[in-house]
């Protein structure tokens, strides 16, 4: 094929313009992956719920979450605890998380023994200490209600980790910044759930959309007995739990 | 199958297992508090007018600058990208107590510290150019900045100028190590952190560390020079050290007694903590040798009338216990404050590295390094009398 000179640099110029663009829309500024283009953060403001009742402690999630998140190993953007809580001593439950739950649980049955399992991930809290505390500012809430890293700006000083009441976040070990549940941002954005309410096989993890009127979380908020994690920090976490024992931290 | 990590006792949430701070966060408090210390004694002699510890005044900045130029080192070596931290100052998150650190740090070290430094020495240093010859007359004259009148009009605006600057720098350096603590108890997340008597227990524990750090240095060098030590001097430090640390201790204890009184939610597992995981450095380390003992020993000094030499020993011996001490309390804040879950339910484990980035090797380097510094600025600017009278 014969270019002319003109042609050539025509075609290098359009190429690059496109590429550009192309790497523009593939990456948003913060380093998280670009929403779909009919996405509006402002419609929505993002959530999830938890049905303790429901879950079964198979591991679904945080094996999913893994994959889709290329989690490292030794570290957890969400994982499963199996309570064990005697009657007579709600102080002291016991409580185990071998490997996150990645491998789900032994089954175990200790009579008059209460037990359950509680998943766990970021909070996404509203008034977030995570948030508070980066100093370069490199942790943020998105308009859509998500608490996400900027991993590009990240000093990776860990004062985020420290401030998080929940024990959610980690730095990763090779990124060496911080790390944690994005509520798989990649995927709500275009209109999927998260990898762990995809895999969850009964339901018990759901992902809210409190600005939808039409979202079945208002009905969720509404007639359930519903508490979020160590509220006496008032972060405004936004996973809610339906039927949350009291010995649960 | 399912083994608990090593290390852990009961339930740890799963991230919490690995700390995340090292010993080189240790380091950053316990350096900047023997800066804050260090100058707050020069300030003695230079604001209050106690003539008895002036022969340390100059002794007491120089010390404090030795320290003040390593302190940012642990934090720049323990961030996962250091080659961003220049992020703070560009972009300072505003509700972050973290993002003041450089603006902080710059404004003790450049309006307080070197201004003072160079306003006491300024008529020093332009004798020392003009006696000096080679590369030494080379770097003196770079030291006057220009400013080569020493006039007896000069000098005193010199003297006034540094008077302001040292009122000013007295709440600078509460400020610095006041934020500091503030860095700490401002986390509502963890408990052991979290109590506004965190930036006033750094305050008077940093004034602590800083005065004995300067009474051994004093000593020491003075040890070395093979010069008489002014006993009338050491007396006064030894007796600020002794009051200082009396508040000091009160203030621990009435944290202490306000957490076993209160007895919340995580009172059980904090002491459940100090009795097993940090017995040996808050019990045995802290407490007894480095409050109990050095307290005692400065209070037998008030109380029994002593021989010069022997009072001489017992001051660099409780000096000594005291950095420990306090090197123990900064160990029990960074260290035992990771130790925990933040569930209650659990404790981990600190494995500290040798010879990583954030391991004991580089810890001791960084504790080395301000000797160093000291030492060349010492040759550079010799704080003793004679000199000065010269």
């Known amino acids: 094929m014969d270019l002319s000179r003109r042609e050539l640099l025509a075609a290098a110029g359009r190429f690059i313009v496109l590429s550009g663009a192309a790497l523009e829309a593939f990456e948003s500024p913060t380093g998280a992956l670009a929403a779909d283009s009919k996405y509006k953060m402002a419609d929505h403001w993002w959530a999830m719920t938890i049905d303790i009742e429901k879950c079964i402690g198979s591991g679904n999630c945080v094996r999913a979450c893994a994959l889709e998140n290329e989690v490292p190993e030794g570290f957890f953007r969400t994982w499963v605890e199996r309570y064990e809580v005697n009657g007579e001593d709600r102080e002291h439950p016991q409580v185990e998380s071998p490997e996150g739950g990645i491998h789900g649980f032994p089954a175990r049955n200790k009579p008059g023994v209460k037990s359950f399992f509680v998943p766990k991930l970021c909070n996404q809290c509203a008034h977030s200490p995570c948030v508070q505390v980066c100093p370069v500012g490199a942790t943020y809430v998105s308009p859509d209600g998500v608490v996400l890293v900027d991993q590009q700006y990240c000093v990776g000083c860990g004062y985020c980790v420290q401030a998080c009441p929940y024990g959610c976040r980690y730095l990763h070990p090779t990124k060496h910044v911080a790390d944690k549940c994005t509520l798989c941002y990649h995927r709500i954005t275009k209109g999927l759930t998260t990898a762990c309410c995809e895999a969850c096989p009964t339901g018990a993890r759901r992902l809210a959309d409190l600005k939808n009127p039409k979202d079945p979380v208002h009905e969720f908020l509404r007639v359930n007995a519903v508490q979020v994690l160590k509220p006496e920090m008032a972060t405004g976490a936004k996973v809610f739990y339906k039927d949350l024992d009291g010995s649960v931290r | ?390």
């Open chain 2, 1 to 390: 199958m399912h083994a608990i990590p090593s290390g852990v006792q009961g339930f740890m949430y799963p991230n919490e297992v690995q700390l995340t701070w090292s010993v080189l966060i240790v380091l950053y408090p316990f350096i900047t508090g023997l800066v804050a210390g260090a100058f707050i004694l020069a300030s003695l002699a230079r604001v209050f007018h106690i003539v008895a510890v002036q022969p340390i005044y100059r002794l007491s900045l120089l010390t404090a600058l030795a320290f003040l130029l390593v302190a940012p080192l642990p934090l720049q070596l323990h961030l996962g990208h250091p080659e961003r931290s220049f992020e703070m100052y560009m972009t300072p998150h505003k509700t972050s107590a973290m993002a003041m650190f450089g603006f902080v740090y710059l404004w003790y070290l450049l309006v307080v510290l070197l201004l003072e430094i160079w306003l006491d020495y300024r008529r020093d240093i332009v004798l020392l150019a003009r006696s000096r010859t080679g590369v030494m007359k080379w770097i003196y004259s770079a030291l006057t900045l220009g400013s080569r009148n020493i006039d007896a009009k000069s000098l005193h605006v010199d003297d006034r100028v540094g008077w302001t600057v040292t009122l000013i720098g007295i709440p600078s350096a509460f400020l610095l190590h006041g934020y500091v603590g503030f860095i700490f108890g401002s986390i509502k997340a963890n408990p052991w952190w979290s109590t506004p008597l965190m930036p006033v227990v750094f305050i008077f524990s940093a004034m602590v560390s800083g005065i004995a750090v300067v009474l051994l240095v004093y000593e020491t060098v003075t040890y070395v020079r093979k010069r008489p030590i002014d006993m009338a001097c050491l007396d006064t430090v030894a007796k600020y050290l002794l009051y200082i640390f009396l508040v000091d201790f009160s203030l621990e204890m009435l944290d202490l007694i306000h957490r076993m009184y209160e007895a919340s939610e995580s009172f059980r597992t904090l002491d459940f903590m100090v009795h097993t995981q940090l017995y040996v450095s808050q019990i045995l380390l802290q407490i007894i040798l480095g409050t109990l003992v050095p307290v005692s020993l400065l209070a037998l000094v008030q109380v029994v009338k002593l021989r010069a030499i022997l009072r001489r020993r017992i001051y660099a011996l409780a000096a000594a216990l005291t950095l420990i001490g306090i090197f123990a309390m900064r160990w029990n804040v960074v260290i035992g404050g990771q130790l925990f879950s933040k569930s209650f339910l659990g404790y981990t484990t600190y494995k500290m590295a040798f010879a990583a980035r954030e391991g004991l090797l580089p810890a001791i380097a960084l504790l080395i390094l301000p000797f160093l510094f000291l030492w060349v600025l010492l040759k550079l600017l010799p704080p003793w009398a004679e000199q000065k009278a010269g």
